[in-house]
């Protein structure tokens, strides 16, 4: 491959905010690479549609990200993740990297007692993708799902220590806290915005499983695979694209990255829908 090819950047899609955790590990881990996000905060979110919806949107995404000749693609959304990917994988030949396989293999690494506490969208544990998954790597894994939907607005509105997030937190988790978890996967790119609420409500024993930290380290074996690994000695570019609310996205993405942004572009749906 020659140096342009590996100067491409990395695509990155999810409904809204949620995906920024992923570009953060991201950076961390491959600080030298391109990143390009995409996030479709009109439509947000996607956990409250029809999986037919879902792989719709997802492949308008990719498709975004594909016109900024992107070498890989990363489904930084749980609930795309579990019904998109194969879809996505047959249409396009460059990597496609979601969520649900790099957090069942680091949620089975870590687990010591094998039960496994699973929180995420209604589609996400409605369509099973994280139980299917650990279940099939080992049959004696116990699983636990709980649907949180409410997790996902109050991440978008920033509301990382809010009375009500503690109090909605609360809710969700009394019943897997009775379950003697030891591991909590984090089902949906949204909730590790909310980390220190959640780790605080279900335990310190408990250890939260952030599917963007092991998402990360899969990019960066599937694009050194294909000799696509990025070699230069600088920092990488970082691109943002939303289709509503840039101004707002652009604050919570500073807040949340720690870093200035210099730009969030929107794209009219109507481009994307072409």
């Not at 396009?92 to 995420?120: Q, S, V």
Request: charged content about 25%; glycine content about 6%; overall charge positive.
């Amino acid at each position: 491959m020659n140096f342009i090819d590996r100067e491409r950047p990395i695509g990155i899609f999810d409904s809204g905010i949620g995906g920024l955790t992923v570009v953060k590990r991201l950076a961390a881990t491959l600080p030298n690479e391109n990143l390009i996000y995409f996030g479709d905060t009109a439509r947000v979110p996607y956990g409250s549609k029809s999986n037919s919806t879902v792989i719709e949107y997802a492949l308008q995404d990719a498709k975004f990200l594909t016109t900024k000749n992107v070498k890989a693609i990363v489904v930084a959304c749980n609930t795309a993740s579990s019904v998109a990917i194969s879809v996505l994988k047959d249409k396009y030949e460059i990597p496609i990297i979601g969520m649900i396989e790099p957090g069942t293999e680091f949620a089975l690494k870590t687990t010591r007692n094998k039960k496994i506490g699973i929180i995420g969208t209604r589609t996400t544990t409605d369509n099973k993708a994280y139980s299917k998954a650990l279940k099939k790597a080992d049959k004696n894994i116990n699983v636990f799902e709980k649907a949180c939907p409410l997790f996902v607005p109050l991440a978008e509105e920033g509301w990382t220590k809010h009375k009500a997030t503690y109090k909605i937190a609360e809710e969700y988790l009394a019943e897997l806290r009775e379950q003697n978890i030891d591991t909590l996967i984090l089902g949906c790119t949204h909730y590790p915005i909310l980390a220190e609420v959640i780790q605080e409500v279900i335990g310190k024993n408990v250890k939260l499983i952030d599917s963007g930290i092991a998402a990360a380290e899969l990019v960066r074996t599937e694009i050194e695979r294909i000799g696509l690994l990025n070699n230069s000695n600088s920092l990488g570019n970082r691109e943002f694209y939303v289709t509503d609310i840039p101004k707002k996205f652009k604050e919570i993405a500073e807040l949340f990255l720690s870093s200035p942004v210099k730009e969030v572009r929107k794209v009219e749906l109507e481009d994307i829908l072409r």
